[in-house]
């Protein structure tokens, strides 16, 4: 679930990020793809930290 929550608040990120920098569609579509899989990936870290931890 974290990691679905964070892949979201990356994309939103992402777009408006590149919103900011007056970027085209395809630059909006790409920012938010690559802050999603990032942040996404440190989702995936924390809940393995946290699964960890549990034990």
Do not use: N
């Not at 007056?22 to 930290?49: M, P, W």
Request: proline share 0%.
């Amino acid at each position: 679930m974290i990691i679905i929550i964070a892949a979201v608040i990356g994309a939103l990120t992402g777009a408006l990020v590149a919103r900011r920098r007056k970027g085209s569609a395809a630059d909006i579509a790409q920012y938010a793809a690559v802050f999603a899989l990032i942040l996404a990936l440190v989702g995936l870290f924390v809940t393995i930290f946290i699964t960890r931890a549990a034990l």
